[in-house]
């Protein structure tokens, strides 16, 4: 009675590891055909002669800024600027105590009333000849030392005012109020927001190769209005480039909005839209890193159907390499799909996943 349990023992188990080995092989195939998927960056080319935009990162800047300072020592006795505040020109922004200087003031008065009382006097005395005349001339030099002396404690008290030069905001408080300053010292720092500067770090081949004919238009973008454009005007480059990031720093400058509170330190991008160089041929420019070299020294790039997901191979006619690019020739019209990245590892009817962002079709 045993014989037939072993015989029928043998069939299911054999039955069960087919079982198992056909699942393991319908794995394996999926984990084949995921792996055929090669990521790889998937740009689209840019048709002949159209025009290209370049964005870099900027910073807002105030047009100018100063920080005033007293001219002569004392204690604060006014600072009603706070932080943020916007002041009109004209308006105060710290005072001294005025006591010490309005004394001075007073005694110098005095004493060119005295040197004036003494000058009488002597030419008096000159005209009844009981004087020398040298006598005479020296209170009158006195008397105009004085006047001297009373200009310098009147002016004095008035640099112990500090007025807005401009229109300002105001950007930092040094000094609390009540406390001793000295001549020089920082009290408050003023930006004239009149003219805003953004500031931003162009690399060095672009600074060099692009023209102004070739500027179509320079506007600022902001983070919190993405949607709008203000224009940018040319003002300056710095003469030496970073010596990490190779780029220059270049300012623009731009009319301040009235509904928008856009303040200096701020963050925006400075979008430049440029037209083909004058005279230049027109061609489609695709990166160095979409070409692949034939065994003929030919050149050809990988085409990318959105729908399929597939790539073929695409012959190519490629010119000089530019600093934006190597120009083509012939074999892309702009507008196709290509490969940018990761070309050396494909093959025809291989299936692509972007790594950045493309159309699902086409």
């Given amino acids: ?45 840019e048709a002949a002669g159209v025009v290209t935009a370049h964005e870099f990162v900027a910073r807002v800047e105030a047009a100018q800024s100063i920080d005033v300072s007293f001219e002569v020592d004392g204690v604060l006795a006014e600072l ?30 005095l ?12 030419r008096r005395l000159l005209e009844q000849q009981g004087i020398a005349a040298s006598l005479v001339e020296d209170a009158r030099s006195m008397h105009e030392l004085q006047q001297v002396r009373l200009a310098q404690r009147r002016e004095s008290l008035a640099k112990s005012r500090i007025t807005a030069p401009f229109d300002a905001y105001v950007a930092h408080r040094y000094v609390d109020n009540f406390v001793q300053v000295g001549a020089k010292d920082r009290v408050v720092r003023l930006n004239d927001l009149h003219e805003l500067q953004v500031v931003a770090g162009v690399p060095e081949q ?70 083909p160089e004058a005279g230049a041929e027109a061609s489609a420019r695709i ?9 003929d020294r030919d050149f050809f790039v990988w085409l ?31 507008g196709e799909w290509i490969v940018a990245t990761g070309a050396n590892q494909l093959q025809e009817g291989m299936r692509v996943r972007p790594m950045n962002d493309a159309p699902s079709d086409s």
């Avoid at 015989?7 to 188990?13: E, H, T, V």
């Avoid at 729908?307 to 190519?316: G, I, P, S």
């Fill in 1 to 45: 009675m045993r014989h037939p349990v072993k015989n029928c023992a043998l069939p299911f188990a054999l039955l069960v590891a087919a079982l198992l080995f056909g699942g393991c092989g319908n794995n394996a195939e999926e984990v084949v055909a995921e792996q055929s998927v090669r990521p790889a960056k998937v740009i689209r080319v």
């Fill in 80 to 109: 009603p600027v706070l932080e943020g505040q916007t002041i009109e020109r004209g308006q105060l922004v710290a005072a001294l105590d005025p006591t010490d200087f309005r004394l001075a003031v007073r005694e110098a008065e």
């Fill in 111 to 122: 004493q060119v009333e005295l040197a004036r009382q003494d000058w009488e006097r002597k």
């Fill in 206 to 275: 672009l600074l060099v190769t692009v023209g102004t004919e070739q500027v179509v238009s320079i506007d600022a973008i902001f983070p919190f209005a993405p949607e709008l454009r203000f224009p940018l005007a040319f003002r300056e480059n710095r003469g030496e480039a970073d010596a990490v990031a190779q780029t220059y720093e270049v300012s623009f400058t731009m009319q301040r909005p009235a509904e928008y509170n856009i303040l200096p330190g701020m963050t925006a991008a400075v979008r430049v839209i440029l037209r």
């Fill in 287 to 295: 990166p160095a890193s979409a070409l692949i070299s034939g065994p």
């Fill in 304 to 334: 990318y159907d959105p729908e399929t997901q597939a790539v073929r191979k695409q012959a190519v006619q490629v010119g000089p390499p530019a600093p934006y690019g190597v120009p083509i020739t012939s074999g892309l019209q702009g």
